[in-house]
């Protein structure tokens, strides 16, 4: 898991804000890079995802930038809602390997959103 | 069924003692994935089937750890000897084909606790 670098360990921002995640990694064979999102008790679900042959991708309120010679790739909460409180994970994954869903998950970020 | 089923949802155990975590994938879902998570960490990728074979066994962290899917459904993770360290969240995953970049869809995972 060193191989990716999840900042910040954990996010406050008031409701409207908007929140930044950063994920770093070492794997240039990485060409996948998505974002999951976790509630307690649950399993993560995946949110948003971006391949590196473009370097931004919008969703709604969320947003993965990509910075391949940087090997960074960001999300962004727009409007942030209390709803959105949450660990997030950056996954990034050789998608042209031959295990497709082996992700390599960062440590988490744990965003809360205060009304 | 609807989702990624997972059962038990909690098991505590004692230290030297065998136990199973069953998952029911997604019907349909040829791929499917293992995941173990400790407190406060991202998941770890443990091993992945496709259909009935597993395609990639490289994260079992050691010899006392072993999956089965022998009808490509169903997938049963066992643990022998099961130890103090082995305490965390198992989660299962399935992907419909198991192809690039796919969705995995996460169960709500099984907390093994081992006394």
């Known amino acids: 898991q060193q191989q990716v670098k999840q900042s910040p360990q954990s996010l406050i921002v008031q409701k409207g804000g908007i929140s930044i995640i950063n994920c770093a990694y070492e794997n240039t064979a990485f060409d996948y890079f998505p974002w999951y999102q976790q509630f307690p008790g649950k399993g993560p679900a995946l949110l948003i995802a971006?391949?590196?042959?473009?370097s931004e991708k919008k969703e709604g309120r969320f947003t993965i930038s990509f910075n391949k010679s940087a090997k960074q790739f960001s999300l962004h909460i727009m409007d942030s809602q209390p709803g959105d409180s949450a660990t997030y994970f950056c996954a990034p994954a050789n998608a042209g390997g031959t295990s497709y869903g082996k992700l390599t998950f960062g440590q988490g970020t744990i965003l809360t959103v205060h009304p | 069924g609807a989702g990624v089923s997972q059962t038990p949802s909690n098991k505590v155990t004692e230290k030297g003692k065998y136990v199973e975590l069953r998952c029911d994938p997604i019907?349909?879902?040829?791929?499917l994935y293992w995941y173990r998570q400790s407190l406060g960490q991202g998941p770890e990728f443990l091993i992945y089937f496709q259909g009935t074979g597993a395609a990639d066994d490289s994260g079992l962290p050691n010899d006392r750890f072993f999956a089965v899917r022998p009808e490509g459904s169903v997938s049963t993770l066992k643990i022998q000897r099961t130890e103090r360290g082995d305490s965390a969240v198992y989660l299962c995953a399935s992907s419909l084909r198991g192809g690039p970049g796919e969705k995995l869809f996460f169960g709500s995972g099984t907390q093994l606790s081992v006394l």
């Open positions: 019907s349909g879902h040829t791929a």
């Open positions: 971006i391949r590196p042959d473009v």
